[in-house]
């Protein structure tokens, strides 16, 4: 398929999944299709050519939603969590999204994977999302201007993470001691462009024995 949407496509009523992905479908984001089918549940955009994510004014209970690799170079909508908040799988990668992470993510308690790699986000990660996504299993924050530590000295909530990508960002300071604490943590990446000291007594727990991790050259303390 090539060029905008169908309107006709867009008035499509009583769909579940919808799989655009793999296309040459430019313009903006198909909000209504999202507003006119209350029961999607999956909706697969990669690998196209759209350049404007608007989401609907109301909330929606869309569970999978994939727009990596498309041309997308603004801010990304502070909202997300509010009008998406059942997203357990989302998939932002490959685009140009700026600005801060919103902090409305901390609104998606059931999200399990989520991928905002390879983007233009900054600043620091918010705290209550660290706190309140819980369910998470992997996280991939690579190649984008995050900054701050990497995690403070407090738990995070997502203590079942396996996969935790955070290489190629601005990270500085110390690695916070809840870092240690990732008791299911299967593969750690911090590697490159990152400024960080590691405390000599974080200790891992013995679950991560076969844990693959990839470090910048770390100063101890």
């Given at each position: 398929m090539t060029g905008k949407l169908p309107?006709?496509?867009?008035?499509?009523?009583?769909?579940?999944?919808?799989?655009?992905?793999?296309?040459?479908?430019?313009?903006?984001?198909?909000?209504?299709?999202i507003e006119n089918n209350k029961e999607l549940q999956v909706l697969r955009l990669q690998n196209n050519y759209l350049t404007s994510f608007q989401l609907?004014?109301?909330t929606h209970g869309l569970g999978f939603l994939?727009?990596?690799?498309?041309?997308?170079?603004?801010?990304?909508?502070?909202?997300?969590?509010?009008?998406?908040?059942q997203l357990s799988i989302m998939n932002i990668s490959g685009n140009g999204f700026q600005g801060n992470l919103p902090s409305s993510l901390s609104?998606?308690?059931?999200?399990?994977?989520?991928?905002?790699?390879?983007?233009?986000?900054?600043?620091?990660?918010?705290?209550?999302?660290?706190?309140e996504c819980y369910s998470i299993g992997s996280l991939k924050l690579s190649h984008n201007r995050f900054s701050g530590e990497v995690f403070p000295e407090e738990v995070p909530a997502f203590s079942g993470i396996?996969?935790?990508?955070?290489?190629?960002?601005?990270?500085?300071?110390?690695?916070g001691k809840g870092l240690g604490n990732l008791e299911y943590l299967l593969v750690l990446d911090i590697s490159k462009k990152q400024s960080l000291r590691c405390y000599s007594k974080l200790y891992w727990p013995t679950s991560t024995t076969n844990c693959a991790f990839a470090f910048k050259k770390l100063a101890g303390r």
């Amino acid at each position: 398929m090539t060029g905008k949407l169908p309107s006709g496509l867009s008035n499509l009523k009583g769909l579940r999944e919808v799989d655009l992905s793999n296309n040459k479908i430019f313009g903006n984001f198909p909000t209504r299709l999202i507003e006119n089918n209350k029961e999607l549940q999956v909706l697969r955009l990669q690998n196209n050519y759209l350049t404007s994510f608007q989401l609907p004014k109301s909330t929606h209970g869309l569970g999978f939603l994939d727009v990596s690799v498309n041309k997308f170079n603004h801010l990304f909508p502070e909202n997300i969590g509010w009008i998406l908040p059942q997203l357990s799988i989302m998939n932002i990668s490959g685009n140009g999204f700026q600005g801060n992470l919103p902090s409305s993510l901390s609104n998606m308690t059931e999200i399990l994977y989520l991928d905002i790699s390879h983007n233009n986000f900054q600043g620091k990660i918010p705290r209550v999302f660290l706190k309140e996504c819980y369910s998470i299993g992997s996280l991939k924050l690579s190649h984008n201007r995050f900054s701050g530590e990497v995690f403070p000295e407090e738990v995070p909530a997502f203590s079942g993470i396996s996969e935790l990508f955070m290489d190629n960002n601005q990270f500085t300071g110390n690695i916070g001691k809840g870092l240690g604490n990732l008791e299911y943590l299967l593969v750690l990446d911090i590697s490159k462009k990152q400024s960080l000291r590691c405390y000599s007594k974080l200790y891992w727990p013995t679950s991560t024995t076969n844990c693959a991790f990839a470090f910048k050259k770390l100063a101890g303390r």
